[in-house]
């Protein structure tokens, strides 16, 4: 089984977050399985960007360029995570969670967010991380390249137009598995059983919070 981790992060935090990270949660993790989505491209150090914006607004158009110009195919990767520059993923947690599942199945996996059911839809928060399979990646990346960024790019906010993509790829296939996880969380931990049982905590923006979760893994 192979994961891809697609980290979205700007030019602001290269140097803090992005190296925090690297260094503790994602430690184990090849290199060349990490897309870092910034403004502009450096692929000597894993950078994707189309020369967006570098503003938390224009967070849609970079995955949306993203999903339109990059053939991950040809990684054969199984699963596909998304998540923020200041969100801790349990790396082997992950793994042994997405073992569960079939990849060819469309899966779209996270912490399910309905604040705004209402007037959008239900959504994976992209601060705990959603996870992709396959399967849906595919259908997604077909749906976008259909379409057109600028009739995918639906909202500012880029999870929210991520669950949108898929709800209309819900309408048309009508064979997406949404799965909500309460360990991909929002926050970060509240007691020691959220540790031992986390698959992802957010808002970890200090380089002394990354070591204390890194001490876990």
């Not at 928060?125 to 996870?131: D, E, H």
């Amino acid at each position: 089984m192979k994961l891809c981790y697609i980290i979205k992060t700007c030019d602001k935090y290269l140097d803090d977050r992005v190296v925090y990270q690297s260094n503790t949660s994602l430690q184990n993790i090849n290199t060349n399985n990490i897309f870092y989505l910034t403004s502009k491209p450096d692929m000597s150090r894993r950078h994707f960007g189309w020369n967006t914006d570098d503003s938390y607004r224009y967070l849609t158009l970079k995955i949306l360029h993203f999903l339109y110009h990059i053939d991950c195919n040809e990684y054969h990767y199984d699963w596909y995570v998304f998540m923020d520059d200041d969100t801790f993923v349990f790396t082997d947690r992950m793994a042994d969670f997405l073992s569960n599942f079939d990849s060819s199945v469309n899966y779209y996996i996270g912490k399910e967010l309905d604040h705004i059911k209402k007037d959008f839809c239900l959504y994976m928060s992209g601060g705990a991380g959603y996870v992709m399979s396959k399967s849906l990646f595919i259908l997604l990346q077909s749906h976008i390249k259909n379409n057109g960024i600028e009739f995918s790019n639906k909202h500012w906010c880029e999870d929210l137009t991520v669950g949108l993509l898929i709800q209309e790829l819900v309408h048309i296939h009508n064979n997406i598995i949404l799965l909500n996880d309460d360990r991909f969380h929002v926050g970060v931990h509240q007691n020691e059983q959220e540790i031992q049982s986390a698959i992802t905590f957010h808002n970890v923006r200090e380089e002394e919070q990354f070591n204390f979760y890194k001490t876990y893994l």
